[in-house]
């Protein structure tokens, strides 16, 4: 006679497993006056959440026979991502025939994915099952016999047809479609890719950058100068920072100066990287440097035109010095495009 299975679930509150972080991935460094760094950062809110249902009936399972009712659990997850960026779905259900149970996930949209029906034989339990998008994995269909469902399958429809945002209810949804046997569903775990998830940037101080809100800036301190990143989630609740810290040196003496000295020369600028400097400062020395202050060419002036190579490095921007045999300096800007 089949048996009738009254069941209650309760709802367990929403729990994050995530670590966030912020990373500036440039190192502390050091520049010249009137040079410039793009700073580089990568923000990480993964939004993985862990929902689990017990259920409080006669017989404390899933009911049996039920395709109509089913278990359900539910959380809400506050996501930037879309639903389809969903990366594994991992179920533990103590099951005493894996074939009866059928399990659903629903995307706050109502789009919903197959992960597995009548799978694994008459064997028990899924233990730590993980659906997920890699196609490296057997699909979860083409189990054969009476198997313990544990590690990772492809589920029987893939996870990215789930359409919309990944904000809002996500429902996971059980049946045991047969009689007989009972199941418990203990637990589940959703966790999405490509986590950045952040709602917003704020760089302290905002002095030199040419926009303090944005992940990205292009840092150009005219002193010593240390930076701090504040990266904020979609939920405006979690708030992770980080620090660099950009020193500056003096260009050569006296900065960048594009006009004033009329004996010093350079040509063609813009260069493929072959230049030739022109300067009346005989016995004195070229120092060009690369945007971040690191020198890359060093020669004495023994003649009014010095021929310079630097088809070898980067396009961008360097900065030449001419130092007299007084002490005196100039540096002006050189652009390298190649």
Known sequence: MK????SLLAFTALQVNAQNSVTIVNS?????????????????FPPTFSGSSNLITVNEGIPDWDVITGVTSTFVVNSALNA???????VNINAEWNSDIDLYLIAPDGSQVELSTD???NANDYTNCIFTNNMGHLPINSVIGNVQLSGQYSPEQPLSDFTGSANGTWTLRVFDDADGDMSILLNWTITFAGGANVMSYVWSPATGLNNATIANPIASPTQTTTYTVTATDFSGEAAVTDQITITVNPASGVGINENSISNFGMFPNPSNGEVTIASTQIGGTIQIADATGRMVSSKIISTENTFIDLSENNSGVYFVSIIGTDGSSTTKKLIVRK
Do not use: R
């Open 28 to 44: 502390d460094t050091t520049i010249v006056a009137g040079a410039s760094v793009n700073l580089m950062t990568t923000a990480i």
């Open 3 to 6: 048996k009738i299975l009254l």
């Open 84 to 90: 389809n960026q969903i990366e594994s779905v991992t």
């Open 119 to 121: 799978n694994g034989g």
